[in-house]
């Protein structure tokens, strides 16, 4: 069975997460990996689909969903992305904040 997914911000990914949730902006993107920022820290996400890799760099926002790893800090081991394109990212944060997210 497959954990829930919990939302974070990058800045609050720790060893106890399983399975997160970051709304972030594709700041770079490698071969393998996307470089993600939410404004709070910045974090690399691997996938194994290079076409997933490909289309997210397209998209201006995005929720990544995937497991957490650690490699000298958090990566993220990538197994969604969904185009956020469109959120409203200020009350996003703002529901997030205050527990309601």
């Known amino acids: 069975m497959r954990r829930p997914a919990v939302p974070r911000f990058i800045s609050e990914?720790?060893?106890?997460?399983?399975r997160v949730a970051v709304v972030c902006t594709v700041i770079d993107k490698g071969e393998?990996?996307?470089?993600v920022d939410d404004g709070?820290?910045?974090?690399?996400?691997?996938?194994?689909?290079?076409?997933?890799i490909k289309r997210a760099g397209e998209y201006k926002l995005v929720r990544i969903i995937g497991r957490v790893?650690?490699?000298?800090g958090p990566v993220i081991r990538g197994e969604i992305v969904q185009n956020?394109?469109?959120l409203d990212v200020e009350a996003y944060k703002k529901l997030k904040e205050r527990g309601w997210l």
Request: charged share 35%; proline share 3%; aromatic share 14%.
């Open 40 to 52: 709070t820290g910045v974090i690399k996400v691997f996938f194994d689909d290079r076409e997933t």
């Open 69 to 72: 790893g650690f490699m000298d």
């Open 84 to 86: 956020m394109d469109g």
């Open 13 to 18: 990914i720790s060893p106890e997460d399983k």
């Open 32 to 35: 393998d990996y996307l470089v």
